[in-house]
C-alpha cells in the first residue's frame, strides 16, 4: 500500500500520543453507558451581533493576546507571506535558521506595502515597489538605492517594525500591537505539547482554502464543539460515522480538548498493536481564541476563524496529510477526502453559521440555550468572558 497512506513509521497510534490525551482515551465509555448530562445554559443572542461587544472583543481578545496568523507547517525556510486577515497588513518570514519573524507590512521609507498579495514568496530578500528599499528576512534594512541624497543616515535606524512572534504547537502567533511585551503565556503548560503530539508542524499542507462567512466569528465556531448537530445537520453526508453520545472534555487552561469515540469505537480496540488511532477516535480542540482541529484517519483539518466585522468572519482551512501523496493511489484517497471536507464543512456547518446569523437579525431570540450534548460551549464562553472582564 502507498507511503502516502499506510507508513507504519507516521501512523499516530496511542502510544505516540501525551499522557494526556492517552488519558481522555482511556476515559471514553462504551456507547451504551455514554450518557448526557441534561444542562439548560443560556448566553444572550446580543453577543453575536453587538457592535460594543465585537469591539470589546478586538480589544480586550484579537489585539491584546498572541493570535494564530497562519500554520508553521505553511512557512518555509527563506520564505515570506503577507497576511490581512486581521485587518492589519503583516509579513511573516522564517529566516534560513528556522525562526520565524513578524513584521508590519510597512516600508520605513514612505510606508509603502513592500508585499501587496499573500502569496509565499520564496526571496532573499524583501524589495519595496516604490523606491526599492530592501531588507533581509530578519527585517534589518539592507539596500537603499542613492543612500547618498539622504544626510546623516543609518540603515540600522530603519529596520520593519517587528511584532511579539511565536511559533508554537504547530501555529505561528502574533501579538498585533508592536508596543505590546509579548505575553505568550496562554500557549504555556498541555497544550503545546497535545499539538507537537499530533504532529502539525511536520505535517504536509495538501490545501488551504479561504471562506468568506456572513456569520460572527463564535457562530462559526460553535458547530465545532459540539456532537449534538451531528446526526441531524450531517444526516446525509458524515453522520453515519458518528455515534451520538457525549464527548470527553477537558480544558487545558484557556483550550479546550474534545475526544469522542466513533461508532466503531469499542475499549477493545484501543489495545490493538499498531492501531491508527484516528480510525476509532476522533480529537478535536479549541486553541483559545479561534482555531478548530479535527482529526480523521488520514488528515487532520485545522480552521483559523478571524473576525472580519461583527457579522462577517474569515475562515482559513487547512488539509494537513503525514506525507505528499506520492502515488496514484494516495492523490485519489486525499481528492476524495478533500471534497468530502469541504463540502461537510462549506455547505453544512458554515451555512448552519450563515443561516443563524440571519435568523438572529430578524430579532425573534433574546437568548441561546445549550444543553446537554453542547457543555462545551458554555465553557469555552466562560473562558472568553474572563479575558474580556
Known sequence: MASSVANERVIPTLDSLTPGQINAIRRIPPHEAAKPT???????????????????????????????VMLSAALAPGVAIANDAY????????????????????????GSKLLE?????????????????????????????????????CKANYKLAELPC????????????????????TLNGEIVGDLEALNLHHM???????????ANWKLVLEPFMEPYHVQRLHAK???????????????????????????QFEPAILDVPGENIHKTVTHAYIVFPNISIITS????????????????????????????????????????????????FGNEDFRAAVISQAGLAAGGLDKMTYGGLEDVIPK???????ELG
Open 38 to 68: 441534561p444542562a439548560n445554559v443560556t448566553r444572550p443572542t446580543s453577543i453575536f451581533f453587538s457592535e460594543e461587544r465585537y469591539a470589546q472583543e478586538q480589544a480586550r481578545i484579537f489585539r491584546r493576546l498572541p493570535v494564530p
Open 204 to 214: 504536509h499542507v495538501y490545501h488551504q482554502e479561504s471562506f468568506d462567512l456572513k
Open 117 to 153: 498579495d499573500e502569496q509565499p514568496h520564496k526571496v532573499p530578500r524583501l524589495v519595496c515597489p516604490f523606491h526599492a528599499w530592501s531588507y533581509g528576512l530578519d527585517g534589518e534594512l539592507v539596500g537603499v538605492p542613492r543612500q547618498e541624497i539622504f544626510s546623516d543616515f
Open 87 to 110: 485587518g492589519i497588513s503583516l509579513i511573516l518570514t522564517r529566516t534560513k535558521n528556522g525562526t520565524a519573524r513578524a513584521f508590519l507590512n510597512t516600508c520605513q521609507h514612505k
Open 166 to 185: 511565536r511559533d508554537a504547537g504547530g501555529f505561528i502567533w502574533v501579538h498585533l500591537d508592536r508596543h505590546s511585551a509579548g505575553d505568550f503565556s
Open 237 to 263: 453526508s458524515v453522520a453515519p460515522l458518528f455515534a451520538d453520545v457525549p464527548s470527553v472534555v477537558d480544558m487545558l487552561d484557556h483550550h479546550i480538548r474534545i475526544i469522542t469515540g466513533k461508532v
Open 297 to 344: 484517519p488520514y488528515y487532520i483539518s485545522v480552521m483559523i476563524i478571524v473576525p472580519q466585522g461583527v457579522d462577517r468572519s474569515r475562515v482559513e482551512y487547512s488539509m494537513l496529510t503525514r506525507e505528499a501523496p506520492d502515488n496514484p493511489k494516495a492523490h485519489q484517497l486525499f481528492a476524495d477526502s478533500l471534497r468530502i471536507v469541504l463540502d461537510v
Open 380 to 386: 469555552y464562553y466562560e473562558v472568553l468572558e474572563a
